[in-house]
């Protein structure tokens, strides 16, 4: 089934205990469908300014993603993003962000992307968000992503956008500074209150859980030693997750249990590298030999 994105598609510089990576290929959206790409063509709808770099588009064609809905406008500047990784990797601090292009109108979805049934909202303004939902009514499923920066400055928006969406995945941290509530599990619950149907939170390398309607899944991270750049472990997970979800067509608890695992793997491997040097390295056999080491470590015995 189609699967359609929007986000950003920006430049990155990060600084980190395991070293600095400057004007690197990054953005919800690029993370996303790099990672979705493993399950299914994401199609993408989005813009870069004109000095968006040509090997970054390489990059980019690598994966089994569409680009007819990338637009590279004349006279804007791409989105830039600069972190910085604490000592535990855990946390970071934005030390930079430049909307530039990001603060401008979607370029318009091709006639072909028009089918799209599986649509994905990256982290992005929520205005854009909203306009490439409301372009979709005929969708089976869509899922936004946010973060503290739209939290604070686009409460409005976004809370508008929740009461559109199915699904929205956040981080602990933001789903706290949504909600004001310091328990996690209940911060989910006033979430679903808003209007989606489940929640997934995401805790970093503690995991997920997922609050439905119909259920709970809880999954820890898969145990990683290689930790180089965490930027993008959430997108990518997201990316996992819908991917497989546009894949199977299972929206079931036990569809949904299936597509967080296979985010929590994807994402596991994004974290191996800055940017996406080590999603371009792997192959689904991969992705599909570490879900197995995964079950059997989470499989709890009778
Ligand atoms: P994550 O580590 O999953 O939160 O995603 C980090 C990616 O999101 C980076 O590659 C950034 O370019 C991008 N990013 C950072 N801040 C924003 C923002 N406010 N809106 C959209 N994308 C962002």
Redesign the pocket.
């Known amino acids: 089934m189609p699967l359609i994105v929007t986000?950003?598609i920006?430049i990155?510089s990060i600084q980190a205990p395991t070293g600095d990576a400057d004007d690197v290929l990054?953005?919800?959206c690029?993370?996303f469908a790099a990672a979705a790409s493993f399950f299914t063509k994401a199609r993408i709808v989005a813009a870069v300014g004109d000095d968006f770099p040509e090997h970054h588009l390489a990059t980019m064609e690598q994966f089994n993603v569409d680009l007819a809905g990338l637009e590279k406008r004349a006279g804007s500047k791409t989105?830039r993003?600069r972190g910085k990784y604490h000592e535990n990797m855990n946390d970071r601090d934005?030390l930079e962000?430049d909307l530039n292009v990001?603060a401008e109108a979607l370029p318009p979805v091709p006639e072909d992307y028009k089918n799209s049934q599986y649509v994905f909202l990256a982290?992005?303004h929520p205005a854009a968000q909203l306009d490439m939902l409301n372009q979709f009514p005929g969708r089976r499923l869509s899922i936004a992503d946010t973060?503290d920066?739209?939290i604070e400055t686009e409460r409005e928006s976004l809370l508008e956008l929740l009461s559109k969406i199915d699904g929205l995945v956040l981080n602990d941290s933001e789903a706290i500074m949504l909600t004001e509530d310091s328990n996690t599990v209940r911060a989910a619950d006033r979430i679903l209150e808003t209007g989606p149907k489940f929640v997934v939170v995401k805790k970093g390398e503690h995991g997920a859980f997922l609050v439905h309607q119909d259920g709970h899944v809880v999954l820890p991270a898969f145990p990683a030693r290689n930790v180089v750049d965490?930027?993008?472990?959430?997108?990518s997970f997201a990316g996992g997750m819908m991917g497989c979800l546009a894949a199977t067509g299972d929206l079931s608890i036990d569809g949904l249990r299936q597509a967080m695992a296979y985010g929590t793997i994807v994402a596991s491997f994004n974290i191996e590298s800055f940017s996406l040097t080590r999603l371009t390295e792997i192959e689904r056999g991969h992705i599909d030999e570490r879900l197995e080491q995964f079950r059997q470590m989470t499989v709890i015995g009778a």
């Open positions: 986000g950003s920006g990155d990054g953005g919800s690029t993370h989105f993003w934005t962000v990001l982290n992005t973060m920066l739209w965490p930027t993008g472990a959430g997108d």
